[in-house]
């Protein structure tokens, strides 16, 4: 088994905040590994200490165009479910605005017990409209609005409560935790590069609509 490690690192400021040219750099990374055969996952994690404190927003207030900016963001966002490989998440420090957003759109997500993972933007007079997407399908409105719509980034331990993150570890465990549950995923071998996107659509789809794709996947899995 060999797993990538996609860095998010932004070295021109503080937080590992997400601008069009570092996002690039990570939709770029996560191809690679996904069209790599000899890799079984992709571990997301921060450069410093820090995994991501989100979009740069003072780039943009100083006059970088927001539709760039959030169209970058939103394009990763979309990447993520369609990869064939397992994604994890270490989150080796805090995870706040998009940088929750990533955190939610992988499969699995381990955490050290004192960071911050959620959108603070409303306690700043913002609106996450592009980060509040991810956080909303993978908790559902109840616990999306109990951090988006106050502002409070959640707790480790309300985090792991309301299913954003699968683990809380010491933070030299943070890695290797989250290369286990990669492992563990590993096991489905080239079956996952069909099954893993599958998931995601379905997700989206209706019962029913669901249930009628499904039958000429399993079909397409089967006929060898």
Known sequence: MSIATVVIDNPAGEGNLLNPTVIAGLVERLMAADADQS?????ITGAGGIFC?????????????PVEFSTALAGLLKLLPTLGTPVAAAVNGDAVAS?????????????CPDVQIGTREVGLGIWPMVAQVPLIHRLG???A?????????FTPRRALEVGLINEIVPPAEV?????AWLARAARGGAVTRM????????????YEDALDASVELFARMNRG
């Open 39 to 43: 890799v079984s996952g992709i571990l």
């Open 53 to 65: 404190n989100g979009l740069d927003i003072p780039a943009i207030k100083a006059g970088g165009d």
């Open 99 to 111: 940088g929750a957003s990533i955190v939610a759109a992988c499969d699995y997500a381990t955490a």
């Open 141 to 143: 409105t109840r616990f």
């Open 145 to 153: 609005m109990e951090n988006i719509g106050s502002g409070d980034p």
């Open 175 to 179: 890695v290797p935790a989250a290369e």
């Open 195 to 206: 099954g893993r996107p599958a998931f995601y659509r379905f997700a989206e789809l209706s």
